[in-house]
């Protein structure tokens, strides 16, 4: 068989699921890896996915470019529903964008340590990508980032909080890229609602300006894959040119219109998280043997300080204790450090005393 393979594919390594694919029994485990929300109840997610079902005739394709989703959305952050287009989560959207505006020749500029997946795009179609290293404190290094801005560069990407390190970047830095860059920038809001502001009325001052935003997190919608994009009409017009019109399901799109009708179900599962991230950063900062990162997200990074463990050992060690954590020392600026996801009281004591009891033995 003939294959006819664009040679940046075959360059392109499959994310690697070997962690998913391992059955993780939430009653017996602490899944503190993926910075999902585990504190919401399934049981009231279950109730408002049922009440979605009894208004979904199956038999009919969904509205167009989950117009059900953006009229709804639209409404609750008081934009026009032309500046919104939804997708199937953050990995959809910034799949949709790097298709619409990377190509071979172009470059795209991240802030390093950052979300992995950034890489995967601009890698898939074939960009060039530009690494600029944050800040020791973890901001933007801004000046760095117009310096390394050309004329090839179709997009910077700027995750606020960001993943891994946590922290939210100053608004002020923000609005300087958008202002001296006249390409994309790309911000992607995630784990905004944990934060302490959000930029995306902004979308309204600047266009060049897109943000992402996802129904994982805050939500805890993970398993149904939706999210946005809120940016100039130009751009949204751009990314329905490339997303085939039934690709966001009915169900979802009842899902995401009730969900947001259920904002203060929500609001107050992520306001007991908030709280939760500073009893945990707090129980952090007292072990000796590792620093914990401020942060704005549902997770926190912490650095490991004894020099005799590797982050991998403390990785497996606490697995055999029941407990799930991401190691990230590979990243750049974060060796011997781990990020942990805010889980409920059980989990995060369940992690604290994990770790405690590694660091006493080793």
Known sequence: MKLLIRPEIEEVKPYDVK????IKDLKTIAKLDLNENLLISNREIKKIVKEAIKEVDFRLYPKPYGKEAAEAIAEFYGL???KIFVGNGSDDLLDKLSRTFISKGSNVIINEPTFAMY???IKLYGGEKKEVLLKPNFQLNVDEILNKC?????MVIICSPNNPTGN???IKDVEKVLKNFDGLVVVDEAYVDFADYSIINLVEKYENLVVLRSFSKSFGLASIRAGFAAANEKVINYLMKVSGP???NALTQKIIKMALKNWSLFKKEIEFIVKEREWMFNELKK???VTPFPSKANFILFKVNKNNLSTKFICDKLKLLGVYVKNRSKDPLLEKCLRVTVGTRKMNI???SGLKKILNEA
């Open 168 to 170: 939210q970047f100053d």
């Open 80 to 82: 026009k529903e032309e």
């Open 119 to 121: 890489s995967f795009f």
């Open 350 to 352: 369940k992690f604290i």
């Open 150 to 154: 050309d004329l090839k560069t179709s």
């Open 246 to 248: 039934f690709s966001v």
């Open 19 to 22: 962690d998913l694919l391992e």
């Open 287 to 289: 072990i000796d043997e």
